[in-house]
């Protein structure tokens, strides 16, 4: 009987076949009629030679992922399995660089659907990225407006949020409007600081090169040859949606991030990104990209945690 073994050393075994081993069980669900073990190091595959052959293909598209993410979740071999892997890997690596923020920092698309994300970027003048919280959407959009004003390639960079928590109604709020507004924009910030020296960026802002606003600040401007980022776009109405996508002027690019499963409006009021993302799904000249589990980059747990609360 034909058979293979696949070194896999026990450091990574957790990377590959997953926690309890979840993703060889796929593997086996997948071939029934092949005999699959794990005994220490190895993986013994015992089988007809066309089952073989067939599990063998799978596997080079799991190294191949592993190679490059150093993890294989269960979403992605589910779409392994089912052929539904699409990735041009020639065109990927670790080292894909968006650019080099403050004191050298290098920051780069770290996951295939960040990476989607700058592609589709440069081929698309509006583009939606959805995902959930530390998946990397406002980071991964910051450093492509970033890279787009250093490469003078637009004139300012703005972004804004909708100001829901509260209300866009901030005279409650101690402080003048600046002192009100930067808590709630911090996240906007942050991402700005690691990728501008912090003079550059003082600069930037006093001269309005970058801007950073509510989004009920966007109205009635129209926008042009400019990168404009609309954060948690989920919290947006379909009017204030509409309001901000119409601002888009010559030589302007948008994109608008936001997480569906975090909406904070009242019960009353519909998401103007979940009407968008089904309007706008295959529309020519937009780009649609969804993030996932598979894309977050802070603590282990944190992909814990959102699976838990799918």
């Known amino acids: 009987m034909p058979q293979n073994k696949i070194n896999i050393s026990r450091s990574i075994q957790n990377e590959i076949l997953g926690n309890q081993n979840k993703n060889l069980e796929l593997l086996k669900l997948k071939f029934p009629k092949l005999k699959i073990i794990l005994r220490d190091e190895y993986l013994n595959i015992i089988g007809d030679q066309s089952n073989l052959d067939s599990f063998l293909k799978i596997w080079t598209l799991i190294k191949s992922h592993h190679s490059q993410f150093n993890s294989v979740s269960e979403t ?35 996951t295939i659907n960040q990476y989607n994300m700058v592609k589709g970027v440069e081929k698309n003048d509006l583009l939606f990225a959805v995902g959930p919280a530390g998946s990397g959407k406002t980071y991964t959009a910051v450093a492509i407006a970033v890279k ?147 894309d977050v980059v802070r603590h282990p747990l944190v992909k814990k945690i959102i699976k838990v609360f799918k």
């Open 148 to 294: 787009a004003l250093k490469e003078k390639r637009v004139q300012k960079i703005i972004l804004t949020r909708p100001a829901v928590e509260a209300g866009e109604n901030l005279g409650f709020l101690p402080g003048d409007l600046k002192e009100k507004l930067d808590p709630y924009l911090q996240p906007l910030y942050d991402a700005l600081v690691d990728m501008l020296p912090s003079q550059k960026l003082l600069d930037y802002l006093d001269e309005k090169i970058i801007q950073i606003a509510p989004l009920g600040f966007m109205r009635g401007r129209t926008l042009d040859n400019a990168f404009v980022i609309l954060d948690e776009g989920q919290n947006t109405t379909e009017n204030q949606l509409k309001m901000f996508l119409t601002r888009m002027g010559k030589s302007a690019k948008f994109i608008v991030t936001g997480d569906v499963t975090q909406i904070d409006l009242p019960k009353n009021q519909k998401s103007g990104l979940k009407k968008a993302l089904n309007l706008f799904n295959d529309v020519k000249g937009i780009e649609l990209v969804t993030l996932n589990e598979e």
């Open 76 to 110: 992605i071999l589910e779409s392994i399995i089912n052929e539904k892997y699409k990735f041009d890997f020639s065109k990927f690596n670790k080292k894909n660089i968006i650019l080099y923020g403050n004191k050298g920092k290098v920051i780069s698309a770290r």
